[in-house]
């Protein structure tokens, strides 16, 4: 590992950072220092040492001192699993604590305390309290401000909000130094050094200054840009240091502090400085610290369990009724059904051009639709954009090139009860033939077992007529179809089927064109197909399916039936404007 060679210069803009006063260029100086593994080291261990200098002169009690050691401790983190959704990491499921997905700090021997750890910054505190009469006047006067003194953060935005002082806090609103309860409702807060906080209530925490807080109970998410790198969280249990990055953070008071680590990096310090304390945490890991951090339990990082940043733009742009996010809004709300076992919003193009990001909470890190029928590119969609909104993407897939999206076969797939199957097309049904499997799961060729679920068009049209289409789903050999489906060249539409042992119904735009009696379903381990599958066994004049043509935009498949007002919502949700 290369050794830093200016410690000096990264230590004046870290306390200029503090202060406030970081112009544009020095913030790109800090963070093109903060790129040698060597200085993050030494920015984390100065950033944690003046915090817990501050909470001993500001009088926290109850705050244990870090333990440290002087080891070269950060190394170049190994790239993590791929974020795509836009909910990205919602989207992951790390399960590997191996060393390579973060990197330790060794601490010290049980006893010792970070004065023993930075004997020279130690003594220049000690010696700066006695020249100038009160280390904590000095501290108070830097980071604690008075309620005459400028804010140290302000109200930027808040749905529902109720304020522990009983007290409207508008847009805008200035925050002092000192404490704040949100007891109902969410809230994003602006700190002065850029860092955006959403709260989500109830939350008791305590502002400190610019660049740190407590949180002494609830949660929140953050996003810091690069300017605002060394926002500090502590809560009872832990300190979080932020290094340019995405979190949440959860505080039960006494039973402990959850850390989510979204995008980026953090450093997690806890108090009583056991063995892995401070460590460096990765996109998609996650800490559980318990016992006053005696106790660190490896967690799966999810966004999905806070209100994120972006969601939390959503929904104020949902409150003015913009469509986009509108539909947006709703989808970060079912991502979290627990019955949801694929939700593809079809817009990772930037991130993952080749790939469907599964954005399913549930099945999260797996089930990405994968490009292709593994054996030719010609089989590969493409990419389209705008989709239902211009801020939105679509695939398109071209017939003619049977092209397609599939997802390996997994057990999670296997529906054997109850079924939910729901997505958005534009079909040119000009170029449709035949049937179209629009999704389907089902054996490779030549297998004599029909698809465990599959929704398409069937034609209904006889020679020589205009082509009709109506809408079917069918599991082995049974097969049940709606009345003719109207569609309208370069519109959109809602497809869906709800299926049990009891009933199954057909839906288009959100409402039921069919109802039957349910199927029993046939389980097999095939893989799922979007847009164009293998030819399934030909029975009696029926014609094989054949490639879709056109675009999607969404799809959704969930472990049980949804109801007509849900199905309803889902379309409502998601339609375009006009």
Request: hydrophobic share 40%; aromatic share 8%.
């Amino acid at each position: 590992m290369t050794k830093f060679a200016d410690y000096s210069e990264l230590e004046m803009l870290a306390e200029a950072q503090r202060d406030g006063d970081l112009s544009p260029e020095r913030h790109r100086r800090l963070a093109q220092l903060l790129r040698n593994p060597d200085a993050r080291r030494h920015y984390v261990r100065y950033q944690l040492l003046h915090a817990e200098l501050r909470m001993v002169f500001d009088g926290d009690t109850e705050a244990e001192p870090m333990g440290f050691s002087e080891t070269d401790c950060f190394a170049n983190q190994a790239d993590s699993s791929p974020s795509g959704c836009n909910v990205p990491s919602s989207c992951q499921n790390p399960e590997s604590t191996e060393a390579s997905e973060f990197e330790r700090f060794p601490s010290l021997s049980s006893g010792q305390n970070i004065f023993q750890a930075w004997p020279i910054v130690t003594m220049f505190a000690i010696f700066v309290a006695v020249t100038l009469g009160s280390a904590v006047m000095v501290f108070k006067s830097k980071d604690r401000p008075a309620g005459h003194a400028a804010p140290v953060a302000e109200v930027v935005a808040s749905l529902g909000a109720s304020w522990g002082t009983g007290v409207d806090l508008p847009d805008g609103t200035p925050l002092s130094a000192g404490e704040l309860k949100l007891n109902r409702g969410l809230a994003e807060i602006r700190f002065g050094d850029g860092a955006n906080v959403i709260l989500e209530a109830p939350v008791d925490c305590v502002l400190d200054s610019s660049s740190r807080m407590r949180l002494r109970q609830g949660r929140l998410s953050a996003r810091v840009p690069s300017q605002a790198i060394g926002f500090t969280v502590h809560t009872d249990h832990a300190t979080v240091v932020d290094l340019g990055t995405e979190f949440g953070l959860s505080s039960q008071g006494n039973n402990g502090t959850d850390v989510h680590v979204f995008r980026g990096q953090v450093a997690l310090a806890t108090p009583n400085g056991s063995k892995s304390d401070p460590e460096l945490l990765g996109e998609g890991v996650g800490r559980s610290v318990k016992r006053n951090g005696s106790f660190i339990e490896n967690i799966r990082a999810n966004e999905l369990a806070f209100v994120s940043p972006k969601e939390f733009e959503a929904r104020l742009m949902a409150m003015s009724n913009e469509p986009y996010y509108r539909w947006l809004a709703f989808s970060y709300h079912l991502r979290r059904e627990p019955a949801l076992v694929l939700y593809y919003v079809f817009d990772n193009a930037i991130g993952k051009p080749a790939r469907v990001m599964n954005c399913a909470g549930a099945t999260a890190g797996k089930l990405d639709g994968l490009f292709g029928d593994g054996d030719t590119t010609e089989t590969c969609p493409e990419w389209v954009a705008p989709g239902r909104w211009s801020a939105q993407s679509a695939i398109r897939f071209d017939g003619s090139r049977k092209q397609t999206v599939h997802v390996p076969s997994d057990n999670e797939l296997i529906i054997t009860q109850a079924a939910t199957i729901a997505t958005w097309i534009r079909p040119n049904t000009a170029l449709l033939e035949s049937d179209v499997a629009i999704v389907s799961k089902r054996q490779a060729n030549g297998s004599s077992v029909g698809p465990n679920y599959e929704l398409g068009l069937t034609c209904q049209s006889n020679t020589g007529q205009e082509k009709q289409w109506s809408l079917y789903f069918k599991t082995g050999n049974r097969q049940v179809i709606s009345p003719k489906v109207k569609f309208v060249p370069g519109k959109w539409v809602h497809l869906a089927a709800t299926v049990n042992a009891d009933h199954t119904v057909l839906y288009v735009n959100g409402q039921p064109v069919v109802r039957e009696n349910g199927v029993e379903f046939t389980p097999h381990a095939g893989d799922l197909w979007i847009g164009c599958a293998p030819a399934g066994p030909k029975t009696g004049d029926a014609p094989h399916e054949g490639p879709f043509e056109g675009l999607i935009s969404e799809l959704v498949l969930a472990r049980r039936v949804m109801t007509d007002q849900e199905i309803h919502q889902i379309y409502v949700a998601g339609t375009p404007a006009p």
